[in-house]
Every structure is written in C-alpha cells, then in structure tokens.
C-alpha cells in the first residue's frame, strides 16, 4: 500500500492555527446561541407568568363553566377557552382548563388573532404539561412548534388553567444569530487562514535558507579534487536566540569542521600524489639502466650459461613490466594534476581498428568484432591517450574472460538535443563481473576475484586510466555487467 505523504511543517502549524481558531469560533457559537436562547426564555417566562396571574381570575363565558366555578359535567367540547383573548396575549397563545384528568377547553389563536380549538393529541401534551411545576416546553407539533407553558390553579379552586405562548420568534431569533455567527466564523476563518498562511511563510523562510544552503552543499562534489567549501547559512539566520538560528549556527560550524577535514584530505592527497609522480619519475632512470644493462650483458662476445641468459631474460621482463606500471602510474599523477592533454581532431575509427587488430595478435583465442559508421567518428583529443583507453578495455576483456569469448566493438554517432557525441562499446559475452565490484570497478588498484584477475597479473591501473582520460575529455564512461554479458560504454564530446 502506498505510503501517504508527510505533512510539511508550514502545512501543520497552518492546520493548526485555522483549527484551533475554528474550534474557537464553534465553542463561542453554541456558547453565545445557547446563552441568547435562555436569556429570551426567561423573558417569555417571565412574560407568560404575568399573564397566567391575570387569566387565573378571568371570567370564562362558554357553558361548559360560570363564574362560580360550577361544571357541567356535560360541557366537554372541542372549543377554546375565551380567556386565550384576554390582555396580554397575543397572537400564537395558547390557552386550556383541565378538571381532574380531562381537557374541557384547549385552544389557541392563529396569526390573525381568530381562536382555533387543539386537537385530541395536543389535549394530551397539555394535559401531561399541566402536572409539572413552573414553565415548562411542549411541542404541540406541525406548524404550531415549540410552546412554553404554565399551569396555575383555577380561581374557583375547581380546576387548572394552562396558558402558553410560542417559541416561534425566539427559535427565528436564534437561528438567525447562528447563521450570523456562522457566516462571520468562516469569514474570520478564511481572513486567518490567509494571514496564517503568509505570517508562516515569512517566519519559515529562514528555514528555506538554512535548507538552500545545505542543498547547495549536498550537490557539491565533495569526494574528489580541491573543495572550496564556502558556502554558509547567511549571519542573519544564524541568531542562537531563534530556534532556526540555533539550526543555522550549527549547519554553519558543521560545515567549518567539514571544510577543514576536506582541505586536509586534500593536502595529504596531494602529497601522496607528488611522491607518486616524483618517484615515478624518478623510477624511470634507473629502471631503463636496469634494461639497458641486461641487454648489454646478453650481447657480450663470450657464450653465456644457460641459467645466467634467463635470469637477464627475466630481468628485462620485469624491468619492462615494472616499467608499465611506472608509466601508468605517472599519467595517472599528471592527470590528477590538471595537465591539459593534446587538443587535436582524432579519428575513433582508425585507432579502434588497430586496436582490434593489436588484440587479436595478442589474444588469438579469443574471438574479435568490430562495427563502425561508413564515414569517420572524428573527436577531439589527445590520440595517444584515446589509444591506450580502447586498447586497455580490450585488453581488459581479453584478461579478464575465458579463451573463446567473442569481444564485439562497436563504434557510433548519437545525436542528443542538437549535439553529436561519439559512442564506443566493448561488450563480451564472458562470465560477468562480481557485483559488489561494480561500484569501485574503476578505482586504482582494484581487482576482481581469482577467476578475472590474479592469473594474469592486473595491475588494477588499467580501468582507473580508462576513466581519467574519459573525464579529461570532458565524457564518462560506464559499465553493465550479467552473467553472459559486460558491456562498458565510453561517451565523448564529437
């Protein structure tokens, strides 16, 4: 399952502020509504008890009552009381006089003041109203809603009057101040969201800095060559008093001990690499006396012993090979230095035929192709190095796989926005390379295992110069690897 992505600290303190400010405006609406509500009961309370005390003694005129308080116990009808109409009731009263446990008069009066009489069912909500002490709330239903009542007794004694007036207004009220709330939390809502929004933006752009400047870092090539790491958080975004301050002064320190490891690095780097290039220097002299002095000695008039003639073999042999190794190591130093190499038009195709020629001489058991454009691939560069790149990645898959492996190169011409470069592969068909070799395969000194390597006596130079002249050419060079197949690719710059 797909991972959700992770909110963004500007994303958290924005949901943060808007939700904490929305739970805010919610607690002071109900708080506020609630409040207005019961301030308006109380009013209609306190108006309802008032009209209860004047129409406890009001005269009702139907026959189902006299003055005297006397029922007739057949006057049950389904008529208002007359007292619904009496001073201060208005329009929605509601009026209703109940003796023992039946309703012998319920009524209200309409909007237009006419006097209707209850229904059965709104008799009995007011009949159970009737039993409680003080105000009360009912909901007679329909379009009549929500009413507050008041029972008080007759002032025959004989019965009880119910008096009520609606709740209509007030509900309209505060429904009107909920939507007003309403309407004015979300635009308070949206206003802090913006200024949210751009308050955090503002104080997060330090942050942005610090992390600018540590992206500028991160893409530094900090593994090779001289670093001139001075790059830092500006001052500004350094102030210790600030929590991204404290983050920027130590980016800032971090980076000073950073920039002194890799100036040390980088001096002892060039250190060893002066002794690498002055003692292969040095080296040459004597090792071309050392040759020059075997050869002599094999040319002497007088017949040699057998065992002396191959030890001076063997000395010129080794002197040649440590020689190479001398050579190899001394362009390797000249190229860590900078050196600019020969800046001439070169063409590819003519040192990779005599390269697989040459190869082919070298390693007769091994099976050699070559294809290449009909029209030249013409770069510029140093010939002699370019060379000594095709002829080491032969001899490399010469080395490195079994005798009747096929070594196929391959040269042409890609075409990438608008410029040409020129492509060169050598692939085999051999047992592949290890693959944890694969990261450090173009490093000095490294070797593969005792099946690739060590029979034939590798230097671990050869792949390590393929790459410094690649790059010295401004191009790159890379390497895939499978059982069955290695292919490395050479790109450069047309």
């Given amino acids: 399952m797909k991972r959700r992505a992770p909110w963004t600290l500007r994303r958290r303190l924005l949901l943060v502020v808007v939700g904490l400010l929305a739970l805010g405006s919610i607690i002071v609406g109900v708080t506020s509504a609630g409040s207005v509500r019961g301030l308006l009961i109380e009013g209609v309370d306190r108006q309802l008890i008032k009209s209860a005390d004047r129409v406890s003694n009001f005269n009702h005129s139907s026959s189902g009552m006299t ?78 809603g929500e009413y507050r009542v008041v029972a008080v007794p007759d002032a025959s004694g004989v019965g009880i009057r119910v008096v009520g ?21 979300v635009v308070v809502l949206l206003l802090a969201g913006l200024a949210a929004f751009i308050i955090v933006r503002i104080s997060l752009r330090p942050l942005d800095r610090v992390v600018a400047t540590a992206a500028v870092v ?44 890799l100036s040390a690095r980088q001096e ?66 000249r190229l860590d230095e900078g050196r600019e190499l020969a800046r001439k038009s070169v063409d590819l195709t003519e040192l990779a035929i005599v390269a697989v ?37 032969l001899a ?27 492509v060169l592969t050598v692939t085999d068909d051999g047992q592949g390379i290890d693959e944890h070799l694969l990261p450090t395969l173009f490093e000095r000194f490294v070797r593969g295992d005792d099946s690739r390597s060590r029979a034939t006596g590798s230097t671990g130079l050869g792949l390590a110069i393929v790459r410094a002249v690649v790059l010295a050419h401004h191009g790159e060079v890379t390497v895939e690897s499978a059982p069955g197949r290695t292919e490395f690719r050479v790109v450069l710059p047309c």
Avoid at 165 to 185: D, F
């Fill in 357 to 393: 020629g040459d190869a082919h001489v070298a390693g007769p058991d091994h099976v050699y192709d070559i294809e290449f454009p009909e029209e030249p691939v013409v770069v510029t560069g140093d010939a002699a190095r370019l060379q000594q790149v095709i002829v080491n990645l």
């Fill in 396 to 422: 490399n898959a010469r080395v490195h796989t079994p005798p009747g492996t096929t070594v196929r190169t391959v040269l042409a011409v890609e075409n990438v926005a608008g410029r040409e470069r020129a």
């Fill in 165 to 185: 007036l609606p709740l209509t207004e007030i509900e309209a009220t505060v429904a009107k101040l909920v939507t007003m709330i309403t309407i004015v939390s």
């Fill in 218 to 261: 991160a893409e530094m090539p900090l593994d090779r060559g001289e670093v001139a790491l001075a790059v830092r958080v500006p001052e500004g975004d350094t102030d210790p008093r600030t929590e991204v301050g404290r983050v920027g002064a130590a980016l800032n320190r971090m980076l000073g001990h950073v920039s002194s490891a």
């Fill in 268 to 333: 002892s780097e060039n250190k060893v690499r002066r002794f690498v290039s002055d003692a292969s220097h040095e080296l040459r002299t004597p090792l071309a006396s050392i040759s020059g002095y075997s050869e002599l000695a094999t040319r002497s008039p007088e017949p040699l012993p057998e065992d002396v003639t191959h030890s001076l073999g063997r000395i010129r042999s080794e002197a040649a090979r440590m020689t190479t190794i001398v050579e190899d190591l001394l362009l390797l130093a």
């Fill in 67 to 144: 003055g005297s308080g006397i029922v007739d116990p057949y006057g049950v009808n389904r008529e208002p009381p007359a007292f619904i109409g009496a001073p201060g009731l208005g329009a929605g009263a509601l009026g209703a006089i109940i003796v023992g446990d039946q309703v012998l008069f319920a009524g209200y009066l309409d909007p237009n003041g006419s006097a209707t009489a209850a229904t059965e069912a709104q008799d009995a909500i007011i009949l159970q109203a009737a039993a409680n002490v003080g105000p009360t709330t009912i909901d007679l239903g329909g379009r009549l």
